[in-house]
């Protein structure tokens, strides 16, 4: 069986290569000529009032093991939690199945990590043939791209990220956000209205929008980052660069039937902690 699968980003990388373990010939349809986010996270305990995503202990397994096969992970986030969110933080944490352990003034998650996003995007995508082109129209078994060429395969998955979103017609919201890469290196992974990782400090404070636009980093967005930082870190960071993007978040539902094939994402800021568990239930499904 064939697959085109349509999208390069993580979710896009998490199928094609669950498709080809089991069995398919996978080719990716990549829209994107730009570097990717940077450093990303992987932390089932999301927000300051300590969220803990539904199935997060088995995703972080999962992620662990797909993502461990490509490069190495650097493992454990410390949360500071403020005093009087602690009893509702450890209500939601006693309740699940994510390892963590109470020190004086927060939380430490040893199977929470972070990755050098870039690395592990281009050794998931090794191997893998890439046809480049953006998709603008797509059905069970065909893709056309906006040049006009008409892609065929025995099945179509639709993983084009926010961009694409509207190709889905599964609603949802938008939030743009930015990264901001730093002189300083964090070996161990710090979150508190923003999150110190690697080179980078990553976070936003947009208000979420109900339809997709490019994002563009500006000023305001950029002071209150390195303000955030401050607080969490106890001094300045210096900026090096910058990388923008916008998150695509759905109500939960992140596999959907359309046009005859599925489309997959919506996961927000977990997606390099969900897309390998929602990866292989997609193949099952196609399989099944």
């Known amino acids: 069986m064939e697959a085109l699968v349509v999208g390069a980003g993580i979710v896009g990388l998490n199928v094609a290569l669950a498709l080809r373990e089991a069995g398919w010939s996978v080719t ?121 060429r008409l892609l065929r395969a025995d099945r179509v998955v639709w993983a084009a990220g926010a961009a694409g979103a509207a190709l889905t017609g599964a609603g949802g919201r938008f939030s743009a956000g930015s990264q901001l890469l730093v002189t300083e290196r964090f070996p161990v992974a710090r979150a508190r209205g923003v999150y110190a990782a690697g080179r980078a400090i990553g976070g936003s404070y947009l208000p979420h929008t109900g339809r997709y636009a490019a994002h563009v980093t500006r000023y305001g967005e950029v002071a209150w980052m390195l303000a955030r930082a401050r607080e969490l870190l106890g001094f300045t960071p210096r900026p090096t660069g910058v990388w923008a993007g916008v998150r695509w978040r759905t109500d939960g539902t992140y596999l959907f039937e359309r046009n005859g094939g599925w489309a997959i994402g919506g996961f927000g800021s977990t997606a390099y902690l969900l897309a390998p568990l929602y990866a292989r239930r997609l193949v099952e499904r196609l399989t099944g």
Not at 58 to 75: E, N, Q, T
């Open 28 to 148: 990716l349809v990549d829209p994107q000529n730009r570097r990717g986010l940077a450093v990303a996270m992987v932390n089932p305990v999301r927000g300051r009032r300590g969220s803990v995503v539904p199935e997060g202990g088995a995703a972080l397994s999962l992620a662990a093991a797909v993502y461990g096969r490509f490069l190495p992970l650097h493992r454990g986030v410390w949360r500071p939690v403020e005093p009087e969110l602690e009893p509702k933080w450890r209500r939601r944490l006693e309740g699940s199945a994510v390892a963590h352990a109470w020190r004086e003034d927060g939380v430490w998650l040893p199977q929470a990590f972070w990755v050098e996003a870039r690395v592990l995007a281009a050794r998931m995508a090794a191997g893998l043939p890439r046809v480049r082109g953006r998709a603008v129209a797509w059905g069970a078994s065909w893709v056309r791209l906006a040049d006009g």
